[in-house]
């Protein structure tokens, strides 16, 4: 029997309820449906990461690190994006250490958006960008990126500016296309937002997760843009730890320090133990130096094994999904098609209208290959059987 409460509530995001996510995770779990849909993997990390976790709590590290993050920590931070992307950040004053990525999402849209302020961001997309901009009171603004290549189309974008627009959010590699931006991507980003106010706000957690020997092409490899940017990343994604909630962010010191505002009275500081095992682990470079390999590999067993499959399976250049197209051979409605697949094939997928604010249906659904070889088998032996309709 649940309390009920005399109290009438006045919902600031009255339109958001149970997700799509919640309800196939549910079902999932009715039919014990292959996990292909959720992007985290399933293996496990690295036992010298919790052996490091495991070393700090025994040396008494259990209590609040400073507001920032710990200061080793942001300096191995700085010096992997200097080695990698050629911009240096202040430790000190340009550097976050989050509560996870989406912490710093929220701090850095709740910190430098205003009400009456237009926000523009791109569909399909994570799905927290929107909600964030209006609990600010501000307006997010959708530009759909075409398909099937899910490219960003720079007109749309130029005409969709306003007196009232202060930032743009970028996701690259993106979630759920799997596509990345290009150096043309940044240069037409920069010249949008030159002479302007616009703030930019990448979120990069896929950043060393990109493909076929391409480079991460990044607001801080773009001089112009890192001056303007706000990049959040996340360490969960790059060490297969998303449980741990601990993400970063940088950015130039003016905005990290409005940033910081809300930080310090949402969180305070993240998890001091876990932020003491990354400051150990990140003096080997080849955590995230591997990692592009790591999962191409297991894209590129995930792509092999539904080639018998009736999808039609869309590039992935980055991420850790690949797009499937089932358009050609059935009329369901994206949402019929994943709740067929789990109950008839016995594997979970993700439609991918559930990333988009008006339920666009492009007949695609999302798959996630941060699974072990035999999760990523069984599920595409269960893919290949489904039938046409």
């Keep these: 029997m649940t309390l009920r409460t005399p109290v009438k509530t006045r919902s600031k995001l009255p339109d958001v309820g149970t997700t799509i996510f919640t309800v196939i995770g549910q079902l999932s779990a009715e039919h014990n449906a292959i996990n292909l849909s959720q992007g985290a993997p399933n293996f496990p990390c690295d036992p010298q990461l919790i052996a490091g976790v495991t070393r700090a709590m025994q040396?008494?590290?259990n209590q609040y690190a400073s507001m920032t993050g710990?200061?080793?920590?942001?300096?191995?931070?700085?010096?992997?994006?200097?080695?990698?992307?050629?911009?240096?950040?202040?430790?000190?004053?340009?550097?976050?250490?989050t509560a996870s990525?989406?912490?710093?999402?929220?701090?850095?849209?709740?910190?430098?958006v205003h009400p009456g302020d237009e926000v523009i961001y791109f569909e399909p997309s994570f799905d927290s960008y929107a909600p964030i901009v209006r609990l600010q009171g501000a307006t997010p603004v959708a530009i759909k990126l075409t398909v099937p290549d899910f490219a960003v189309n720079w007109d749309e974008v130029r005409a969709a500016i306003t007196p009232r627009t202060r930032m743009i959010i970028i996701n690259t590699p993106h979630n759920p296309s799997g596509q990345v931006f290009s150096s043309a991507d940044l240069e037409q980003l920069a010249a949008i937002t030159r002479h302007t106010d616009i703030v930019i706000l990448s979120d990069e957690v896929y950043e060393h997760v990109v493909f076929d020997g391409e480079p991460h092409h990044g607001m801080a490899t773009?001089?112009?843009?890192a001056e303007r940017s706000v990049i959040i990343s996340s360490f969960g994604k790059t060490y297969h730890v998303t449980g741990w909630r601990v993400g970063y962010c940088v950015a130039p010191a003016e905005l990290m320090d409005e940033i910081c505002?809300?930080?310090?009275?949402?969180?305070?500081?993240?998890?001091?133990?876990?932020?003491?095992?990354?400051?150990?682990?990140?003096?080997?470079?080849?955590?995230?130096?591997s990692l592009a390999a790591f999962y191409q590999r297991k894209r590129d067993?995930?792509?092999t094994m539904l080639a018998e499959s009736p999808f039609r399976?869309?590039?992935?250049?980055?991420?850790?999904?690949?797009?499937?197209?089932?358009?050609?051979?059935?009329?369901?409605?994206?949402s019929e098609m994943v709740k067929r697949l789990i109950i008839d094939c016995g594997v979970a997928t993700i439609p991918l209208s559930a990333f988009y604010t008006d339920g666009t249906d492009n007949k695609l659904i999302r798959l996630s290959f941060a699974k072990d070889e035999a999760t990523l088998r069984a599920g595409a032996q269960a893919l290949c059987r489904v039938k046409p309709r």
């Design 313 to 334: 399976l869309l590039p992935s250049a980055g991420s850790f999904f690949l797009l499937a197209d089932y358009s050609h051979f059935s009329d369901e409605s994206d």
């Design 70 to 97: 710990l200061r080793p920590l942001k300096e191995r931070i700085a010096q992997k994006i200097s080695e990698l992307y050629r911009t240096d950040y202040d430790v000190d004053s340009e550097i976050l250490i």
């Design 101 to 112: 990525a989406s912490e710093g999402l929220y701090s850095a849209i709740s910190g430098l």
């Design 301 to 303: 067993l995930l792509q």
């Design 261 to 289: 505002k809300v930080h310090q009275f949402l969180m305070f500081s993240a998890d001091t133990p876990m932020q003491h095992a990354f400051a150990d682990y990140m003096g080997d470079p080849q955590g995230w130096l």
């Design 222 to 225: 773009h001089p112009q843009l």
């Design 59 to 61: 040396a008494n590290h």
